[in-house]
């Protein structure tokens, strides 16, 4: 029933480019022998170097930028404090529970999230609420497959999400800023929409501990704070599920955070952004409808309001 919400997208459409992962990023993503077969199997090798798509011709920041400056809030609300604390993350073993409308409820170790499952690197314009982007070559796969070893069941219409919650490894949790833990939600053809994908490193690193590690999603084409770091928990849901930020300040943050240019945050003009990296004097660009994957995901939003619904 999943092949139901694939879209049209092809490979070609969304960056491809095969992974030959180092052998310290599978042991860290818990990967054997079985993954590394995958990998480095036929499959990756059949869907050719070839860059296409918006991102394949951005710039990508450094690894460096990448992992200095961050928004992690269970490790500090400083930009710098994910980088100095997230360390203290055991990140070894990892689960996540799936449960909810699934065939196939329990709890998936990273062995049995990566079995079967061909990594790639995926370049995406990453866009913060706060008028700052980064181009980040994350590796990963898509959230569908995961979904379709679950084994959605009719009915399911959201998919929601839940992070770790340690607070004798994460310091930031012991301040009530938000409510622990952090969640996050994505209607269900959106966490569906290939462009969707589940992290598991950048260029090619084991994800670091500030963007996430183990497991962490990407959705390219919304405000970075959907993105959910350090997944515990994916919950196959018939409701909308509450979200971290749009609890926080119902106001400033709704359920879809799609980037959109034409919609003020309340406190600023989301019109511009500038690309982290270019230096204090770097050139404010626009901010791009859909972070600049119109073409990919506004079907997904015909016919709403997305003023309204933001
Ligand atoms: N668990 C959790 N996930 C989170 C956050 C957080 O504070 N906690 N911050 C979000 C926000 S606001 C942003 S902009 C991105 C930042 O991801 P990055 O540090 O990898 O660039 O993570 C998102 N995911
Ligand atoms: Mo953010």
């Given amino acids: 029933m999943a092949g139901r919400y694939k879209s049209k997208l092809t490979w070609d459409d969304v960056t491809p480019k095969p992974v030959w992962l180092n052998r310290r990023q599978l042991l860290a993503g818990g990967a054997g022998a079985l993954a590394l077969g995958s990998i480095a199997g036929p499959a990756a090798a059949s869907l050719g170097a070839q860059k296409t798509g918006y991102g394949a011709d951005l710039e990508p ?150 963007n996430g590690a183990p497991i962490r999603l990407v959705v390219p084409w919304k405000y970075g704070y959907k993105s959910i770091k350090s997944i515990v928990r994916i919950s196959l849901v018939a409701e909308e599920p509450p979200t971290a930020w749009n609890k926080y300040a119902p106001r400033e943050y709704g359920f879809y955070s799609n980037v959109n240019p034409n919609r003020d945050h309340p406190r600023w003009s989301q019109k511009y952004e500038r690309r982290i990296g270019g230096g204090l004097f770097a050139k404010q660009e626009p901010t791009l409808m859909f972070n600049g994957y119109e073409e990919e995901v506004a079907s997904l939003y015909e016919g709403m309001d997305l003023i309204e619904f933001h």
């Avoid at 196939?104 to 370049?123: C, K």
């Avoid at 982007?133 to 959605?152: N, Q, T």
């Avoid at 992070?163 to 966490?191: C, F, H, K, N, Q």
């Avoid at 969707?196 to 090619?204: K, P, Q, S």
């Fill in 61 to 210: 920041n450094t690894l460096e930028e990448i992992t200095s400056y961050n928004n992690f809030y269970e490790f500090g609300t400083d930009k710098g404090d994910p980088a100095r604390n997230a360390h203290m993350l055991t990140t070894e073993p990892w689960s996540v529970e799936i449960d909810g409308m699934v065939d196939n409820p329990g709890s998936y170790s990273m062995e049995q999230i990566l079995d079967g499952v061909t990594l790639e690197e995926r370049i995406y314009r990453f866009r913060c609420v706060e008028r700052w982007s980064m181009v980040v070559p994350w590796v990963g796969f898509e959230l569908a497959d995961l979904l379709e070893k679950a084994g959605v069941q009719e009915g399911a219409k959201y998919v929601a999400f839940e992070t770790a919650l340690r607070p004798d490894e994460m310091p930031g949790v012991r301040s009530p800023i938000i409510e622990w833990p952090y969640v996050e939600g994505l209607r269900l053809d959106e966490a569906m929409h290939p462009l969707t994908i589940l992290a598991t490193g950048l260029y090619d690193e084991p994800m670091p501990n500030q």
